[in-house]
């Protein structure tokens, strides 16, 4: 694997199978995230220290095979354009005309996770320094994506950085002569040491959304705030879209595993055209649990609730991230 530079922080390239592996390595600490560009830009490992122990919070995939066999299914560490979540049937409208997209998950017939979890970005910039190392992707769509005739370009910018951990910054442009439909969402899959069950979890929202048996929203929203303070999980199974309070414009998700007197904090950016919801799910085996910021409620594509139609030569920019869970934090 090829060092990018001997400063504290490095980018190291290297390979996951035969695809390319980019690692962005504190070598102060021994800190990492690593990101395969070729499938998706997808966020595939991040080691962070925690409670003074090296641990991998994220689920990976272990070899190229297992990725080609499972990448549909469980999108792990995904980025999810032009929408997060479901699209009931692949059918929508936008501008007058009727779209039709492929129908990826036939077990609920819907399309799921958006166009571009498994295309190949390239590598426009990375920068390292003694505190921090950045790397941005991009993709370009020039309107042949099944069912989503649009011209964009995707930039995805991964900014690794001393005390402050991972922050992800997603930029969508319409390159296009009409107004696009776009949303967007992120799937990554937390693995501490615990089990689901005896984590604890805190995140503020107010409001929980009703689906039916294909995971569609029924239009009905209900008060929740089960975990607006830190609770254990239990046997609590997600697969669960939430609205968040977007007072303060960032939202703060805590996952603390008492296991290793530690956890972590995620954050999402909030407000106008920003990460507005929250789905959590966990999976049956109970060994991981998936925090995914999203700009949208699920078949936003139907439903228009967070959709947004970007005009012509606009972009538009979403953050979130993961660091250490501080101890301050943890008594709050």
């Known amino acids: 694997m090829k060092n990018k530079a001997n400063k504290n922080f490095q980018i190291r390239s290297g390979k996951f199978g035969n695809q390319l592996l980019l690692k962005l390595f ?3 600490t021994g800190e990492s995230v690593s990101l395969l560009p070729e499938t998706g ?3 595939h490992s991040l080691k962070l220290l925690i409670g003074g122990k090296f ?3 994220l689920d990976c995939y272990l070899d190229e095979n297992e990725l080609k066999r499972e990448l549909g299914n469980s999108f792990k560490g995904s980025n999810l354009f032009p929408f997060p979540n479901r699209v009931a049937g692949g059918k929508y409208e936008f501008g007058f005309r009727k779209h039709q ?3 990826n998950f036939p077990q609920e ?3 799921i996770h958006g166009l ?9 910039e990375s920068k390292t320094s003694d505190r921090k190392a950045n790397v941005k992707l991009r993709f370009d769509s020039d309107g042949n994506l099944i069912g989503y005739p649009f011209c964009f370009r995707l930039d995805v910018e991964f900014i690794f950085e001393e005390s402050k951990g991972l922050a992800v910054t997603t930029a969508f442009t319409n390159t296009d002569s009409v107004n696009i ?3 967007n969402g992120w799937h990554p899959y937390f693995r501490l040491q615990s089990k689901v069950d005896d984590l604890i979890l805190s995140f503020p929202t107010e409001k929980v959304y009703k689906v039916d048996n294909r995971m569609i929203p ?4 209900l008060n929740y705030s089960d975990f607006k303070k830190p609770k254990q999980l239990g046997k609590t199974a997600f697969d669960t879209c939430f609205a968040l309070n977007d007072r303060e414009n960032k939202a703060i998700i805590t996952v603390n595993d008492p296991a290793l007197k530690g956890g972590v904090l995620i954050w999402q950016e909030t407000g106008k055209e920003k990460f507005n919801f929250l789905q959590i799910y966990t999976p049956p085996t109970r060994k991981t649990i998936a925090i995914e910021p999203m700009t949208c409620l699920p078949d936003s594509f139907n439903n228009k609730i967070g959709l947004i139609s970007l005009q012509p030569g606009k972009t538009i920019s979403v953050s979130w991230g993961v660091t250490v869970l501080s101890k301050a934090k943890r008594k709050k």
């Open 109 to 111: 017939n819907n399309s």
């Open 181 to 183: 439909p776009v949303a």
């Open 26 to 28: 504190n070598s102060k």
């Open 55 to 57: 641990v991998s919070i």
């Open 101 to 103: 997209l492929s129908v």
């Open 116 to 124: 571009i979890f498994d295309k190949l970005f390239k590598v426009v």
């Open 41 to 43: 830009g997808m966020l």
């Open 218 to 221: 029924t239009g009905e929203c």
